[in-house]
């Protein structure tokens, strides 16, 4: 299992410096992890917050020291996941030059940052599938939000008719569905470094398909070629 880092706190909550604050960092950054490994053992759904402090060995008061309910720690760690994959996605996909070496970039990206970190793909995966609950974790779409448009900025600078935001959308789902998907189900027969292989070795033919969804995309006539309505 990756060990999570003392991760820094969008919501800090301890103001005092020394000593004291670093035992705060170190308490709340064990919470974090206890959390993120029962959210993959046994689902987000079933781990509650008294799970979460026998896990971490402190207090259930220390635990609302941290975060105000459980909501907000699976928050903090979709966003946690979510701003290292997008870090993994600028880097890798930073020296594209057209849309082809764009794609391959993104899904390498993907291969790259899930590889020997199956406990954040399952926290991903849970986290996307909260989506499409009506009564889903008060802000868990935004980092998801936020992770689809930096995937259509990328895109967007080697497509040379400008999409409207919808189709640019259904473009930026199929290419993370495709990687996302393959691995929630690759992953079901098999945990060893074959499944990354294997998407490794396939990642040509994604991005011939990805290549042919954007290029139908584009000759779709947008609103400003359709014909008049008849007056």
């Not at 909550?13 to 959210?39: D, S, V, Y």
């Not at 259930?60 to 975060?67: A, E, R, S, V």
């Not at 040509?204 to 008049?228: W, Y």
Request: hydrophobic share 40%; proline share 4%; with cysteine.
């Amino acid at each position: 299992m990756t060990e999570i880092k003392i991760m820094p706190d969008p919501r800090p909550r301890t103001r005092k410096p020394g000593r004291h604050n670093r035992r705060a960092l170190r308490t709340r950054a064990k919470l974090l992890e206890a959390a993120r490994t029962l959210f993959t053992e046994q689902g987000i759904e079933m781990t509650s917050i008294d799970d979460i402090t026998r896990r971490a060995d402190v207090g259930k008061g220390t635990f609302y020291y941290h975060f105000t309910n459980r909501e907000e720690i699976v928050k903090d760690l979709i966003d946690w996941v979510i701003e290292q994959l997008l870090a993994v996605i600028d880097e890798t996909c930073r020296d594209s030059t057209d849309l082809k070496t764009a794609l391959e970039g993104v899904i390498k990206a993907h291969v790259t940052f899930f590889s020997n970190r199956w406990e954040d793909f399952v926290l991903f995966f849970q986290g996307r599938s909260e989506l499409t609950i009506e009564q889903s974790y008060e802000g868990i779409e935004t980092p998801f939000l936020k992770y689809l448009e930096r995937v259509e900025e990328i895109l967007e600078r080697f497509i040379y008719r400008k999409l409207p935001a919808p189709v640019m959308r259904r473009i930026a789902c199929a290419v993370v569905g495709l990687v996302s998907g393959y691995y929630s189900f690759a992953a079901i027969e098999s945990l060893d470094d074959s499944v990354d292989l294997t998407i490794a070795s396939l990642r040509e033919a994604m991005v011939a398909s990805l290549m042919r969804f954007i290029q139908e995309a584009s000759i779709q006539p947008g609103p400003e070629t359709l014909p008049a309505a008849a007056g």
